[in-house]
């Protein structure tokens, strides 16, 4: 689904250090480019029909409208995550070398947008967002810090002599991951391996192998992603009838999953829903 980001008045993006904290993500879009750089620990993320495996150092663009989710994360994983308007993009990125950055999906640019910076490459952008950072309050000297910020890691990224590891997808597993994306009537074990083309046990291995994640796991994620759109701010909808509708069989079973992929109970959910509408 596409997420509306928000920004401090008069600024062109943001910039903040993010850290696993147990809870799984869902898979969005935006409107926005968004550069991540991590820190430490390690994370894979599905982008596309493509799974990049994210360690330290490692440099990831993600394009506006480009549908991606992060799995498999380790415990210690934090990343610099930096987004950039797209007003801001066009003002920095006006060359044949940098306007790339100005694309949006559909349909994908071509080449591979994951790369490990070096060692010192990385630690001078280290030190460039912990700055920016800090500028976050004055308008003018952040957007003109992010503009920098946004050039500087390009450069880096160009600079990259190897693409990070990229793994594609076998034709059964983006089948499967299609499907659960999109089709929420068909999420049974079963019938996702008869449609992929797979034995159930021979795709739940190759799901697992190639993303990291069990397939039961993201198959869990699809269904919450599917309720939080079904929901909306929860004005006309149950949260019963939505779970059921969105593929849960049970309202405990939606309670437990829900909890486990956001980090908080259902009840919450609603209260932060309804208090966002006053």
């Known amino acids: 689904m596409e997420e509306r980001l928000s920004f401090r008045p008069g600024h062109e993006g943001f910039v903040a250090i993010w850290a696993y904290r147990g809870k799984d993500h869902t898979r969005h879009r935006h409107r926005e480019l968004e550069l991540n750089l991590t820190i430490r620990g390690t994370g894979r993320y599905l982008v596309g029909d493509r799974c990049y495996f994210m360690s ?47 694309e949006r999906l559909p349909p994908s640019p071509a080449g591979r947008f994951c790369v490990p910076a070096g060692r010192e490459d990385a630690q001078r952008l280290h030190a460039l967002f912990a700055e920016l950072r800090a500028l976050e309050g004055n308008a003018f000297l952040f957007n003109a810090g992010l503009s920098w910020a946004l050039a500087q890691a390009w450069e880096v990224h160009c600079r990259s002599q190897a693409g990070a590891a990229a793994t594609e997808l076998h034709p059964a597993v983006e089948r499967a ?10 999420l049974r074990l079963g019938a996702l391996a008869r449609k992929a083309g797979l034995s159930p046990s021979h ?32 004005r006309r909808r149950g949260l019963l009838d939505t779970a059921l509708d969105a593929g849960f069989g049970s309202y405990p079973q939606f309670h437990r999953v829900f909890k486990e992929v956001m980090g908080y109970a259902p009840a919450e959910h609603r209260r932060r829903a309804r208090e966002a509408q006053e």
């Open 56 to 102: 330290r150092d490692v440099l990831l663009w993600l394009f506006p409208g480009q549908d991606h989710v992060l799995v498999d994360q380790s415990p210690g994983l934090e990343m610099w995550v930096l987004v950039f308007t797209p007003e801001l993009v066009a003002r920095t990125c006006a060359t044949p070398e940098t306007n790339v950055l100005n």
């Open 177 to 186: 991951v299609r499907m659960m994306r999109e089709d929420q009537t068909e």
């Open 203 to 234: 795709l739940s291995r190759a799901f697992k192998q190639q993303t990291g994640v069990p397939l039961a796991r993201f198959r869990n994620q699809c269904r919450v992603e599917r309720f939080l759109a079904l929901y909306g701010e929860g």
